[in-house]
């Protein structure tokens, strides 16, 4: 029959003071290095809202067009709610919100703000190229990394 191992309170078996600092050091190293990392990841869900808002926003943009003659003259703030009721234009409830939203006879501009404050702007120039752009005011540019998304 095995033998069983008895505890011994006298016996000097466990973990060294050495030992256990040492671990305590690694935590610390890999929670300094994650916790930046989780962090931003709450800007950048914000961000997304606006990035949709802005292209929902574009979409319409291109629908009114449509409807006059393919010219974008007619792009703003109170038609594209008309069109799309759902689009919020002032701040509110942390929510993105189209706060600018411009066109002359062949290009469009729409601007989106986010709850954190960064700006997502959808362009269409007279060329037919679609730029995007972002301006972080924060300035930690959770979804908005290289000047454009």
């Known amino acids: 029959m095995p033998s069983r191992q008895r505890c011994d309170p006298g016996s000097d078996q466990g973990f060294t003071l050495i030992e256990l600092l040492v671990v305590i050091l690694i935590v610390g190293?890999?929670?300094?290095?994650?916790?930046?990392?989780?962090?931003?990841?709450?800007?950048?869900?914000?961000?997304?809202?606006?990035?949709?808002?802005?292209?929902?926003?574009?979409?319409?943009?291109?629908?009114?067009?449509?409807?006059?003659?393919?010219?974008?003259?007619?792009?703003?703030?109170?038609?594209?709610?008309?069109?799309?009721p759902s689009v919020q234009e002032t701040a509110g409830n942390g929510n993105a919100y189209l706060d600018k939203a411009e066109g002359t006879a062949d290009e469009y501009s729409v601007t989106a703000t986010s709850a954190n404050g960064d700006k997502f702007t959808v362009t269409r120039k007279a060329s037919g190229e679609v730029v995007r752009s972002c301006e972080s005011t924060l300035g930690y540019k959770a979804g908005c990394p290289s000047g454009s998304w």
Do not use: C, M, R
């Open 29 to 84: 190293i890999l929670a300094a290095i994650a916790i930046p990392a989780f962090l931003s990841q709450k800007g950048k869900a914000v961000d997304a809202g606006a990035k949709t808002l802005a292209n929902a926003a574009a979409t319409t943009a291109e629908a009114i067009a449509t409807d006059h003659d393919g010219e974008y003259k007619a792009v703003s703030l109170s038609e594209i709610k008309a069109y799309e």
